[in-house]
């Protein structure tokens, strides 16, 4: 069934979202409409899923959890959308190893879940990592990733920082619309950033080659900037960067074209920009077209002719999508010849406020917080998340919802305080936002590949329904296997059996239902049938690829203090209420035992009868709806097909804990003392690409197989299934009794909840209570309506040391 869901899914559901390259050609015999035909079908197919991943806080100490919330949402409009029903997340160090993995549920677009952070993890700044399984088939730069800080209190902490005042310098060109052409001025924004890719300030120099300088430039703002310049044909250019210490720096510069196209955008009204298009080409070449979208939605496609190379076209910004827009330029024969970004700042963002009853608190005491979510002043309905927490001299990488919505998904490499791009409207963040996106360009498709007829092959599969376990049959000499039939156990109480098929790649895919917690899985063929076949199970985490430049850690001397006191805090949590932390919400399907077959025709519980010591006999004496026959090659089982009324020709599915057993003799030969339960099927049933004429199942008493013996060529490992749902510890103190309890109470983070929700008047109240530990505490809140409005809020209050 997956097989065919694979196919149709390729075929009418998904085209893909295509990974970043330079531009392409469309083709000479392109025509302007065909470039509007073919990205509109591209669009129209393609799904883009943005993930973003909310974090109980910054920093973390090993030895407590970090707790998440997952929203998953259509990169085009920012609707939540629920074709992934699974979420991946990864904490990756600096060398972009992952040090903790796990899986969490979906629903609605939405999932949440906890990891413990353990004592294993040393000190140091780390990388969460979050994506769905259908983001997987394309580039890793569109998983989520935000940067946390760990600190292992149980080992010595040193500062990461390196001894060098002057590190390497990571130095970049950017001409805009990608082109610098002889005797066309054109604007050039620069970034130079440090090892940890943290701006700089300096002064730079651009000098030709007799060493005569052309032009002096300066960082305008975390260390980019732009400088205009007009290049000419022969000459050779480098620059110069001279540091604040005096140390000098020389770096390489694009190199000149004869001829080509030059792009340029403009703000010049606060309605309006206008797009001008210039031109070297020695040739007559008048026409040209410039395209511009925003997330695949198309905002404006217009032709225009050249007049002594020269032409501006005038644009209302009401015509521009919110976010950041692609402006590219196509000469006469259709040819992607220019790009940029332009950035148009949210209008009518979600609105959220959070305020609590009071500003400062005594101990044990109840916060009453007010949350109120607005649209245009009006009240609309959002989902949220809460988190309260201690605030400390550790260190913070803050990243809002909006920020990653509107701004850094959408843009190459790492942005430096992402925030300051959605302050006040003032030249100097206008002129921030524009050189951002001359130096953070990037492009989520290239334009060959959106021409294209046939749908691109894609690797995994989007898991609409549950999680989806990978594999490959191959054969002895290691090359897939086609047509293979495989099964996929997980021994238990509770029956279910997964089947697949191998295809022409050799790939196996099993729909898991209620998989979760850490199982033991047993992956097989039918050894009488495909004995010489073996089985590999896939990592559904990707091999991480490059190494991300993560900042060291820098402690201050104040943060001595901080990590003593929060590190004593969590452990005498840990040693008054571990159990409590560590409570975990039981999963429905533990109450459900219905096998994956549903209610059996036939159920046998054998405690209620005489117990034999032998199969055969119990078999015989006892199971009228299964003939048991001996031959020359061993037993066989017969079922009779009640439906029919005959017996069925095949031998039935015999399973043991829901494991396939292929030969009778083995489940004849097992100790019937160890059965507790026996179901039979005396009816046909389709189990993907299995026919079973009627099934027979035999359950032990603890589900694990009681010490049977499998087949030596089945695959047996521990498979971690989706994560199984950490309560968060919330203590009351509701009455006077209550707070005079002598049980310590040094919880930091007060309060966690990743569904909280605004009614239709866009409000909502909750309350939680202080703890022990006095100090500022910080509310965060960030959310999503349901037609894609994001926003976030941040409050403060205090605690205070009073006794109770």
């Not at 001894?163 to 001025?185: M, V, Y």
């Not at 827009?325 to 700042?345: G, I």
Request: with cysteine; aromatic share 12%; charged share 20%.
């Amino acid at each position: 069934m997956l097989m065919k869901l694979k196919t149709s899914l390729y075929t009418f559901l998904f085209a893909g979202i295509i990974g970043c390259a330079g531009l392409e050609a469309l083709g000479q015999s392109a025509s302007a409409d065909s470039i509007r035909v073919t990205f509109d079908r591209y669009r129209k197919n393609a799904l883009q899923e943005k993930l973003y991943l909310q974090t109980d806080r910054p920093n973390y100490l090993t030895g407590e959890t970090l707790w998440f919330k997952v929203m998953v949402i259509d990169g085009s409009f920012h609707r939540p959308v629920t074709t992934s029903k699974v979420a991946y997340i990864e904490i990756l160090d600096r060398f972009n190893q992952p040090v903790l993995q796990t899986k969490v549920s979906l629903r609605d677009g939405q999932g949440a879940g906890s990891v413990f952070l353990t004592a294993s993890l040393s000190s140091g700044n780390y990388q969460v990592r979050a994506y769905t399984n259908w983001m997987k088939n394309f580039d890793e730069a569109f998983f989520f990733s935000k940067t946390i800080t760990i600190l292992n209190t149980f080992r010595k902490i040193e500062s990461e920082a390196t001894a060098s005042s002057t590190p390497a310098l990571d130095a970049q060109f950017f001409p805009e619309g990608g082109n610098l052409i002889s005797g066309i001025t054109g604007k050039v924004a620069f970034r130079v950033v440090n090892q940890n890719g943290t701006g700089i300030n300096f002064k730079g120099y651009l000098l030709n080659e007799h060493q005569d300088t052309v032009a002096r430039f300066a960082p305008h703002k975390f260390g980019i900037g732009h400088f205009t310049f007009t290049p000419s044909a022969g000459h050779t250019y480098r620059a110069v960067i001279r540091e604040a210490s005096g140390k000098i720096t020389a770096v390489k510069f694009p190199v000149v074209a004869d001829k080509g196209y030059a792009l340029r955008v403009v703000d010049t009204t606060a309605s309006e920009i206008s797009i001008s298009v210039s031109a070297n080409l020695g040739e007559a070449q008048t026409s040209f077209a410039v395209f511009i979208h925003a997330r695949n939605i198309i905002a404006r496609f217009e032709t225009g002719s050249l007049h002594d190379n020269q032409a501006t076209l005038h644009i209302s910004k009401r015509d521009l999508p919110d976010g950041i827009s692609h402006v590219t330029l196509f000469d006469q024969n259709m040819n992607a010849a220019c790009e940029r970004l332009y950035f148009k700042k949210p209008e009518n963002m979600l609105a959220v406020s959070a305020e609590t009853d009071q500003q400062r608190y005594a101990n044990r005491r109840r916060v009453t917080l007010d949350l109120q979510t607005m649209l245009a002043d009006q009240p609309k309905a959002a989902a949220l998340a809460v988190s309260v927490y201690k605030m400390d001299s550790l260190p913070e990488f803050q990243q809002s919802i909006t920020d990653y919505l509107w701004l850094t998904s959408d843009l190459k490499g790492s942005v430096e305080s992402p925030s300051y791009y959605f302050s006040a409207d003032t030249p100097e963040v206008k002129e921030a936002q524009d050189n951002l996106m001359l130096t953070h360009g990037w492009r989520r498709f290239v334009w060959s590949d959106i021409t294209k007829k046939q749908v691109t092959h894609f690797t995994y599969l989007p898991e609409y329904r549950n999680h989806i376990i990978q594999g490959v049959v191959r054969s002895t000499d290691g090359k897939p296997a086609f047509g293979i039939l495989t099964y996929l156990a997980s021994p238990g109480k509770t029956i279910r059996l997964y089947s697949s098929r191998s295809n022409a790649e050799g790939e196996v895919f099993y729909e898991m239902q209620h998989f979760e917690g850490n199982t033991r899985i047993i992956v097989q063929t039918n050894p009488a049938t495909d004995s010489t076949y073996r089985i590999d199970i896939l990592s559904p985490f990707p091999v991480q690829k490059g190494q991300p430049v993560i900042p060291p850690v820098m402690l201050t001397p104040a943060s001595a203090s901080s990590l003593s006191d929060r590190s004593m805090a969590m452990q005498v949590q840990d040693v008054y209420f571990g159990a409590q932390q560590d409570a975990h919400v039981q999963p429905s399907v533990l109450a459900d035992t219905t096998a994956f077959f549903g209610k059996p025709d036939e159920v046998y519980f054998l405690d209620a009868f005489t117990r034999f010591p032998v199969m055969e006999e119990v078999m015989r004496e006892y199971v009228p709806g299964v003939m048991v026959r001996k031959r020359k090659d061993g037993f066989h089982f017969l079922v009779l097909d009640n439906v029919n009324r005959k017996v069925f020709d095949e031998t039935p599915l015999i399973l043991l804990d829901g494991v396939p057993l292929f030969d009778a003799d083995e489940i004849m030969s097992f100790d019937p003392l160890k059965i507790k339960k026996l179901e039979v099927m005396t009816r046909q049933y389709y189990l993907g690409p299995l026919w079973l004429r009627g099934i027979v199942s035999y359950t032990t008493y603890a589900g694990d197989l009681s010490g049977f013996t499998l087949q030596p060529r089945s695959l047996r490992m521990n498979y971690e299934g989706l994560q199984l749902q950490r309560e968060f510890f919330s203590p009351r103190y509701e009455s006077p009794k209550q707070r005079e309890s002598r049980m310590p109470d040094q919880r930091t983070l007060l309060y966690w909840n990743p569904y909280v929700s605004t009614d239709a008047t866009g409000k909502q109240r909750i309350d939680f209570f202080t703890s022990d530990v006095p100090g500022q505490y910080r509310v965060v809140v960030e959310g999503i309506t349901p037609d894609g409005r994001a926003g976030s809020a941040s409050h403060t209050f205090f605690v205070s040391e009073v006794n109770h």
